[in-house]
């Protein structure tokens, strides 16, 4: 499985972007995909997660109201809609896949497959 992260960039503080995660290789559909964040000198962290069926999902506090995962599992694809952007934000963002499917992972090694990340740097 391949993951391939893209839509990261440089925005102002309130703004808003979108992070695509495509996937190939493997039965998309079947795994549940989380988005991580990392900051310099920060542990890698999960901030969203999706079900395989799109039915459940899971925020860290840190990005509730503000961040919406969704997938489309046709175009084998997760996203993660960012809206209100902070300077605390700024981050790599990873996608990943934990090929178990059965609930919500939380722990970063519940996920066998990664995305290279993608630079999310929000200006103040």
């Known amino acids: 499985v391949q993951l391939q992260a893209s839509g990261g960039g440089l925005v102002q503080a309130g703004g808003s972007l979108r992070l695509s995660c495509a996937a190939s290789?493997?039965?998309?559909?079947?795994?549940?995909m989380g988005w991580f964040r990392q900051a310099p000198g920060k542990e890698r962290e999960l901030i969203a997660a999706?079900?395989?069926?799109?039915?459940?999902?899971y925020y860290a506090d840190s990005v509730k109201g503000r961040f919406t995962i969704s997938r489309d599992n046709a175009k084998n694809t997760v996203y993660l809609q960012m809206n209100s952007l902070k300077p605390e934000d700024t981050a790599v963002y990873y996608c990943?896949?934990?090929?178990?499917?059965?609930?919500?992972?939380?722990?970063?090694?519940?996920?066998?497959?990664w995305g290279q990340g993608t630079q999310v740097t929000v200006s103040s």
């Open positions: 999706i079900s395989w069926n799109g039915d459940t999902t």
């Open positions: 990943a896949a934990d090929s178990y499917g059965v609930g919500i992972p939380r722990r970063i090694y519940d996920y066998d497959y």
């Open positions: 290789g493997g039965t998309f559909s079947s795994y549940v």
